[in-house]
């Protein structure tokens, strides 16, 4: 290691906390699609997509033009003070692609766990009542309600004390760990019935595709069962479309897969802003308008250069037809994965949706393994799920086909490596 990155490590040991938890054992200089180069201008393969923010890739040129113009015009005003029309027809658009019951209106906030915090604000609201069901190995955010949502304890609770009242966990049905629907529509009737009655329940919210917990997909009985028990219990249903959203699962959102039943909310962040921050709550019109003027809001909610950002995002998603870009990587993915499955004992299942693709194996050490050999090899990426064994990726769906082969050539190199090297085979 040279003495600028001996130099710049040691900043960040005296001056950051260990709390804030960082992968890399490197810096980046700039990036360019699904390409990061650190200061010593090494090229890295990009498939972690700065957690899901970047289904457009780095700097996508109209993307960059937009904010580009839009410096020129202003940079903040606070839209509760000096509203602007950008902010107006970016939820027009949101409204109009959002899969929600009846007639819709969205408000726009600026992180992912802060548009489910208004969106439980809301539910509240709209139905007088406290209670919210949420399932296990859920992430909704690192705020307090959204830490109390989340279902998984360490890192994201752990340390941190007791957590908000009147949020139950469900299971979530994940096949290969023996949990059916039947056994989660179980256990959200045992909550009824032991913890909280459903007539104080003002909502249920679930990833479709689990994030954090391992990129489990939700059966469809799973959300038609979840809408009838809405429906009669007068409970809103919340998606929570923060991580599927914009083109990722091979749908502009995930509950597009479900065109049989609509939730009464969604929630979304991350690839909306195409790496500006920016979020938003979309859900039913009558549910929406009940807080009082001034009840919802934020300084920096619908920042008009992440406005102006999410506006080109939109419109490169559609221009370029990224959800059937999703769909064609994600089968590429899926065939190198299936036939590392057939020659690798320890890779346990293979789930997701479109280009959000993960592969669960039979111990953490492996899935290290995995990153430790990929990141050698200039490769990023992630893992996930309770036991920190799953591989997820999260590659930009703009990235270029050589790219993409190259990344999945290093993979397959790295499921050989541990495979000759015996790394805990078997759980």
């Known amino acids: 290691m040279d003495n600028q990155y001996l130099a710049l490590n040691a900043r960040k040991q005296q001056t950051t906390p260990r709390g804030v938890g960082v992968m890399c054992?490197?810096?980046?200089?700039?990036?360019?699609?699904?390409?990061?180069?650190?200061?010593?201008?090494?090229?890295?393969?990009?498939?972690?997509?700065?957690?899901?923010?970047?289904?457009?890739?780095?700097?996508?040129?109209?993307?960059?033009?937009?904010?580009?113009?839009?410096?020129?015009?202003?940079?903040?005003?606070?839209?509760?003070?000096?509203?602007?029309?950008?902010?107006?027809?970016?939820?027009?658009k949101i409204i109009a692609r959002a899969p929600i019951k009846g007639p819709a209106k969205a408000a726009l906030f600026t992180t992912g766990a802060e548009a489910v915090e208004n969106a439980i604000k809301i539910a509240r609201a709209a139905t007088k009542r406290h209670g919210v069901i949420t399932f296990g190995g859920a992430f909704h955010g690192r705020s307090f309600m959204t830490m109390a949502m989340t279902g998984k304890t360490a890192p994201y609770k752990r340390d941190f004390g007791v957590m908000p009242s009147?949020?139950?966990?469900?299971?979530?049905?994940?096949a290969i760990n023996g949990i059916s629907v039947d056994d989660a529509i179980e256990s959200v009737e045992e909550i009824f019935s032991a913890d909280i009655a459903a007539h104080d329940v003002a909502a249920i919210v679930l990833e479709p595709v689990q994030g954090e917990?391992?990129?489990?997909?939700?059966?469809?009985?799973?959300?038609?069962?979840?809408?009838?028990?809405?429906?009669?219990?007068?409970?809103?249903?919340?998606?929570?479309?923060?991580?599927?959203?914009?083109?990722?699962?091979?749908?502009?959102?995930?509950?597009?897969?479900?065109?049989?039943?609509?939730?009464?909310?969604?929630?979304?962040?991350?690839?909306?802003?195409g790496g500006f921050p920016i979020s938003a709550v979309v859900g039913r019109a009558d549910v929406m308008d009940a807080p009082n003027p001034g009840g919802l809001g934020g300084t920096y909610a619908g920042n008009p250069l992440a406005v102006a950002a999410a506006h080109?995002?939109?419109?490169?998603?559609?221009?370029?037809?990224?959800?059937?870009?999703?769909?064609?990587?994600?089968?590429?993915?899926?065939?190198?994965?299936?036939?590392?499955?057939?020659?690798?004992?320890?890779?346990?299942?293979?789930?997701?949706?479109?280009?959000?693709?993960?592969?669960?194996?039979?111990?953490?050490?492996?899935?290290?393994?995995?990153?430790d050999f990929a990141m050698s090899k200039n490769l990023i990426l992630l893992s996930c799920g309770k036991k920190a064994n799953v591989i997820r990726f999260l590659y930009p769906l703009t990235i270029p086909d050589a790219q993409f082969q190259a990344a999945l050539s290093i993979l397959k190199q790295g499921f050989a490596a541990i495979s000759s090297n015996k790394v805990n085979e078997t759980a």
């Open 213 to 273: 917990g391992g990129f489990n997909v939700a059966p469809q009985e799973l959300m038609i069962r979840l809408r009838q028990i809405c429906d009669q219990h007068g409970i809103l249903l919340i998606a929570d479309e923060v991580q599927t959203g914009f083109a990722r699962t091979g749908k502009l959102f995930a509950m597009d897969h479900h065109p049989e039943m609509k939730v009464d909310m969604m929630t979304m962040a991350k690839s909306l802003g």
């Open 25 to 92: 054992d490197w810096y980046v200089e700039r990036a360019e699609n699904a390409t990061l180069w650190d200061q010593q201008g090494r090229e890295f393969i990009d498939f972690a997509g700065g957690i899901a923010v970047l289904n457009t890739g780095h700097r996508h040129p109209k993307i960059m033009a937009a904010v580009t113009e839009q410096l020129g015009k202003f940079t903040h005003t606070a839209y509760q003070v000096a509203p602007y029309e950008s902010y107006i027809s970016l939820v027009e």
């Open 312 to 371: 080109a995002v939109i419109e490169v998603i559609e221009e370029e037809k990224l959800c059937d870009r999703a769909n064609k990587l994600g089968a590429q993915l899926i065939d190198v994965l299936e036939d590392l499955k057939d020659t690798h004992s320890f890779v346990r299942d293979i789930r997701g949706l479109g280009s959000m693709i993960a592969v669960e194996l039979a111990t953490a050490e492996q899935t290290k393994a995995i990153q």
């Open 166 to 174: 009147g949020v139950f966990h469900a299971r979530y049905p994940v």
